[in-house]
């Protein structure tokens, strides 16, 4: 159960409004320097709420190396808890506003589980639902959509009109050393409840097509940008209806050829 904590605690430093600014932390996997600015970010926040009992108990650091355990799942959390951990557990659930460790798991415990839960799994569906878009465009198919988009609905007859039209134009993106490639650089489950729900994100597209005819590059498009999904929930799981978003990313590849 304790590492069950765990995983809340991820979830909650990612949410924090102090990490979420920071753009060396929104990739959903973290290098060292991130995980030193993570570091950081606590440490300096805790020495400005911190009271001078509080320093002379716990510290105010936090090792990187610690954070980067926590993350990758190999810090090992056995009841009852050591006091070297329950010290380090401590400055971390006081950065995100608790009282203590107990505090953070009485809370935990008392949260809305389904709804939390569900919370996490939108955020995973929107995730596959963007790399899907991205195979589906550079696999020419609709195949990779079918399991995140209602046909019916504008966002999958929007990507659908870009396979077709590069497919007709002989253009793809998944040529050889093609540098194509998508990144969610910012994700937030806006509004959710039983039937519907609305998700933030801000993406990275690069898309390059080449042209089988002439052999060469014909249209490039760059760019970075915030959607909101709209979604629906069927019988089985969550289906995207629109996809909002002020660049209209996939317009922009029907433009004349370069």
């Not at 910012?186 to 005819?213: F, G, P, Q, S």
């Not at 069927?234 to 995207?240: L, M, N, S």
């Amino acid at each position: 159960m304790n590492q069950d904590y765990l995983s809340v605690l991820i979830t909650e430093l990612r949410c924090h409004k102090l990490i979420k600014c920071e753009p060396q932390l929104s990739p959903e996997k973290w290098n060292k320097s991130a995980f030193e600015l993570c570091s950081k970010i606590i440490s300096e926040t805790l020495l400005i709420s911190f009271t001078e009992q509080d320093m002379l108990k716990y510290g105010t650091s936090i090792s990187y190396k610690t954070l980067q355990s926590i993350f990758r799942k190999t810090y090992t959390l056995k009841y009852p808890i050591d006091p070297r951990s329950l010290s380090t557990l401590t400055k971390i659930v006081r950065f995100l506003g608790y009282n203590s460790w107990t505090d953070f798991v009485n809370t935990s415990v008392e949260s809305e589980a389904a709804p939390h839960t569900e919370e996490i799994h939108l955020v995973d569906f929107i995730k596959g639902a963007v790399n899907n878009s991205f195979d589906a465009i550079s696999g020419l198919t609709t195949t990779a959509l079918e399991k995140y988009y209602d046909s019916q609905y504008s966002a999958f007859k929007m990507l659908n009109e870009v396979i077709i039209h590069n497919k007709t134009n002989q253009n793809i993106i998944n040529n050889p050393t093609n540098p194509s490639t998508v990144e969610i650089l910012d994700i937030e489950v806006e509004n959710i409840d039983d039937n519907t729900a609305r998700v933030k994100t801000k993406e990275y597209w690069l898309l390059c097509w080449w042209n089988k005819e002439q052999k060469k590059y014909t249209t490039r498009l760059k760019d970075i940008n915030d959607h909101m999904y709209t979604l629906i929930k069927d019988k089985q799981d969550w289906r995207i209806l629109n996809d909002v978003t002020v660049s209209d990313k996939y317009q922009l590849q029907l433009s004349e050829k370069k």
